[in-house]
């Protein structure tokens, strides 16, 4: 059984969010990735498009649905290795999510405001 679960703030290079937790004394990674926070998230797409979040924008709903992540990432993980081959790691899939019932608690989401629009100058001539 794993507890203590936590969302990893580290400077990490993967895209998406990270959650620690413990099987005694072994410390357990779960990952889902943004595309599957997106995809759980995307009813509260701006108008016009999707738009995906930000790290700081799927780590603040992490860990505001911990309790939910952790249901989801403990019923993985205690399937163990013939259901989930990178066992110890478990890596949340959308599919996990849709079986699992959980809805993401989207009350207290902030979108950070977009950086502007970048304009491409093209040269009307070209040169030599």
Same mark, same amino acid.
């Given at each position: 059984m794993i507890d203590r679960?936590?969302? #990893? #703030? &580290?400077?990490?290079?993967?895209? +998406? !969010?990270v959650i620690q937790a413990w099987d005694? =004394? $072994? !410390? %357990?990674?779960?990952? %889902?990735? *943004?595309?599957?926070?997106? =995809?759980?998230?995307?009813?509260?797409s701006p108008a016009g498009g999707r738009r995906s979040?930000?790290?700081? =924008?799927?780590?603040?709903?992490? *860990?505001?649905?911990l309790d939910a992540i952790a249901r989801i990432v403990s019923a $993985?993980? #205690?399937r163990g290795p013939a259901f989930n081959r990178q066992h110890p790691y478990v890596e949340v899939? !959308? &599919?996990?999510i849709v +079986? &699992?019932?959980?809805?993401?608690?989207? &009350?207290?989401?902030? *979108?950070?405001?977009?950086?502007p629009a970048l304009e491409r100058v093209v040269p009307l001539?070209?040169?030599n």
């Amino acid at each position: 059984m794993i507890d203590r679960f936590a969302v #990893d #703030d &580290s400077p990490h290079n993967r895209d +998406g !969010l990270v959650i620690q937790a413990w099987d005694n =004394e $072994k !410390l %357990i990674d779960a990952f %889902i990735s *943004r595309r599957v926070m997106d =995809e759980w998230v995307q009813p509260v797409s701006p108008a016009g498009g999707r738009r995906s979040l930000f790290r700081t =924008e799927y780590n603040a709903l992490g *860990r505001q649905n911990l309790d939910a992540i952790a249901r989801i990432v403990s019923a $993985k993980y #205690d399937r163990g290795p013939a259901f989930n081959r990178q066992h110890p790691y478990v890596e949340v899939l !959308l &599919s996990d999510i849709v +079986g &699992s019932g959980e809805a993401v608690d989207q &009350s207290q989401l902030v *979108r950070a405001a977009l950086p502007p629009a970048l304009e491409r100058v093209v040269p009307l001539t070209r040169p030599n």
